[in-house]
């Protein structure tokens, strides 16, 4: 009960009548229970809300000189501070009328004067308490909202290292370097930004879908893992039997992600995307890729972003193997690709941003250390020195 409270402790409440004898009654019926304080206009009542130390309820005098009762509720409850203040409205005013006006603009009672004490007493405690409960709920709701970010933002950290210790072990067997990962993940990223507002793509590439699709690219080569040195480090051009075995990679990928997606026992939208990517993403706009021959729609839309991409990177990166094509010549081959290899509205979007996808591929270039690394890595797995 607030009568057993320290002053400090107990509700404030406001009171505001342009009348001093009324100011003086609200104060001696309430001062026992609750911190008081008072506002002989409108314009005081506001400046006191507004404060940092804002009432918990305020009683307010409709029929007053400069701002009304009304006035001074309708501010209070257009500021996203103060609008969650009760206010209980203190009137002479008794047609019904007048009462629907003040409920209707947020005023949680309406008390008509000559005042009753007991009742006065009695509508503040209640208000007070329906405050105190909302108050808790509301800081309840705030708090899950926090924890429920925070475990989300762990989940989506846990998710991010997985991905990448996964793409680092399929790196550390391949003649690419790691910051090819990099940028056929902004490349995928930038494309499907550029497509989100297409009658095609439009559904599909919402912020969500675009984030699981960033997230998600880095596992495209994962299959390349269970890829024999021998062919998957060969410096020269693959047999057709070898070939054949190389097409795997796709397969062992999309079943290594569906495995880990089987042992989670539920499934994650980001592995969804990453199945697609690494099953679907040597398929080709006409039919002839692997390893189903898809062609058209067919072809998951993350694998079809996901293909021109890699193409992109593969034909401008510096490899141990090979110099890097120039940019312009790449634009040449990617666009001598539209509706063979790729997906003819993905490649005008590629065309449309190509400066945006150079950038990207510069910012994350692989630097002379990065490749004498990888041929070192290469040297170390064949025993046969890297040119």
């Not at 004898?21 to 008072?38: A, C, F, I, P, T």
């Not at 209707?104 to 009672?109: F, I, L, T, W």
């Not at 054949?244 to 990928?253: A, F, N, P, V």
């Not at 002839?288 to 990177?313: C, F, H, N, Q």
């Amino acid at each position: 009960m607030t009568q057993g409270l320290a002053a400090g402790n107990r509700p404030t409440v406001l009171a505001v009548d342009d009348t001093p004898e009324n100011l003086d009654l609200m104060s001696g019926l309430l001062q026992d229970r609750y911190r008081v304080k008072v506002a002989i206009s409108g314009e005081k009542a506001l400046q006191i809300a507004r404060s940092d130390d804002p009432p918990d309820l305020i009683l307010l005098d409709i029929m007053m000189p400069g701002l009304s009762g009304y006035e001074v509720c309708a501010q209070l409850k257009q500021d996203p501070a103060t609008r969650a203040i009760p206010i209980i409205f203190l009137t002479a005013m008794t047609a019904t009328e007048d009462e629907t006006k003040g409920l209707e603009m947020g005023a949680v009672d309406f008390i008509t004067k000559p005042v009753n004490p007991p009742i006065v007493l009695a509508r503040v405690a209640t208000h007070l308490q329906l405050k105190a409960a909302t108050d808790f709920l509301r800081d309840q709701n705030s708090y899950l909202e926090a924890e429920v970010k925070r475990r989300g933002q762990e989940l989506a950290a846990i998710q991010d290292v997985t991905i990448q210790a996964m793409a680092g072990l399929a790196e550390t067997r391949d003649a690419d370097t790691g910051n090819h990962i990099r940028r056929t993940q902004h490349y995928v990223k930038a494309l499907a930004q550029q497509l989100r507002d297409h009658p095609r793509f439009r559904e599909a590439l919402n912020d969500h879908a675009i984030d699981l699709l960033f997230r998600s690219a880095p596992l495209h080569d994962i299959g390349k893992v269970g890829i024999p040195d021998r062919i998957l480090l060969k410096p020269g051009r693959l047999t057709p039997e070898e070939f054949e075995i190389m097409k795997t990679h796709t397969t062992l990928g999309r079943d290594a992600i569906a495995t880990a997606e089987r042992q989670l026992g539920l499934e994650v939208g980001f592995l969804k995307s990453a199945k697609e990517i690494a099953y679907s993403h040597q398929e080709k706009w006409d039919g002839s890729g692997y390893p189903e021959g898809l062609a058209g729609d067919a072809i998951p839309l993350s694998a079809r972003l996901m293909a021109l991409a890699d193409v992109y990177d593969a034909l401008i990166s510096r490899r141990v193997y090979k110099e890097p094509m120039g940019h312009e010549q790449a634009l040449d081959i990617i666009r001598q690709g539209s509706g063979s290899h790729f997906d003819p509205d993905i490649v005008e979007a590629f065309l449309a941003i190509h400066e945006q996808l150079h950038a990207i591929a510069v910012r994350f270039s692989d630097s002379d250390a990065d490749l004498r690394h990888k041929a070192e890595q290469i040297t170390m797995m064949t025993g046969a020195p890297q040119p």
